[in-house]
């Protein structure tokens, strides 16, 4: 069974500090990772994916996360937060090419821009 | 990459009423999904929609209260059955897209109240 765990229900940052958000995972099969952000009122957007080729991968919006086995992350990072940034962020992992293909998602984290 | 129209976006209902709502792809997708995403939540995984063959449904969901078609590669919808309260949700339908542009798309959800 694969699990997503999401440090920090809340972050809180000042505009132009560094973001990051906290993801690990755990998976029985080398796992596809996602993150997604939800804008409020809004659906879920694709920030980026890992999908077992390069494991620093970026994402739109100057997002990038960075897949370290070892550890069992995929932390999401941005070295300079801006204020259209404050939004839900959702980590997300799927066992693909496994039986399922279903995505399991993380608590999520607010973060919040303070100007 | 593929799109999904959701439709309606959101609605008011009376309890013990059902409604239908519906996903519709811009090209055809090997797998599709349904989700809840419960006030202030991340989301949970209802069922994996299969073509010409019933739902299969995640634990603590059941097909009476939630049935789902997919006639086709690029359709399907979900019901919500007998409505209380307790289902005031987001629902959000999403589909898998294989090949170079591997990943999962997502509706832009239903907010759906029960008064």
């Known amino acids: 069974a694969q699990s997503v765990t999401q440090l920090g229900s809340h972050v809180s940052v000042s505009e132009g500090a560094l973001v990051l958000l906290r993801c690990n995972y755990s998976?029985?099969?080398?796992?596809?990772l996602f993150w997604y952000v939800q804008y409020p009122n809004q659906g879920l957007q694709l920030l980026l994916k890992?999908?077992?080729?390069?494991?620093l991968v970026k994402g739109i919006n100057g997002f990038e996360a960075e897949f370290k086995k070892s550890e069992t992350s995929f932390h999401l990072t941005k070295p300079s937060a801006h204020m259209s940034d404050a939004a839900e962020y959702f980590c997300?992992?799927?066992?693909?090419?496994?039986?399922?293909?279903?995505?399991?998602f993380g608590s999520g984290t607010q973060l919040t821009v303070l100007p | 990459s593929a799109v999904i129209s959701q439709k309606p976006s959101r609605d008011i209902c009376q309890r013990g009423t059902s409604l239908t709502i519906q996903c519709q792809v811009d090209?055809?997708?090997?797998?599709m999904f349904w989700y809840r995403q419960q006030p202030g939540q991340s989301l949970t995984l209802i069922a994996t929609?299969?073509?010409?063959?019933?739902?299969?449904?995640e634990s603590g969901f059941v097909i009476d209260k939630f049935p789902i078609s997919r006639p086709n590669l690029t359709f399907s919808t979900l019901t919500v059955s007998n409505m209380s309260p307790e289902d005031s949700s987001i629902y959000l339908c999403?589909?898998?897209?294989?090949?170079?542009?591997?990943?999962?798309?997502f509706g832009s959800g239903t907010r759906l109240t029960v008064v």
């Open positions: 999403s589909a898998l897209i294989g090949g170079t542009n591997y990943g999962y798309t």
């Open positions: 998976s029985s099969v080398p796992p596809y």
């Open positions: 890992y999908t077992s080729a390069a494991t």
């Open positions: 997300a992992v799927s066992d693909d090419p496994g039986s399922a293909r279903q995505l399991t």
């Open positions: 090209s055809q997708v090997t797998m």
């Open positions: 929609a299969n073509q010409g063959s019933e739902a299969t449904y």
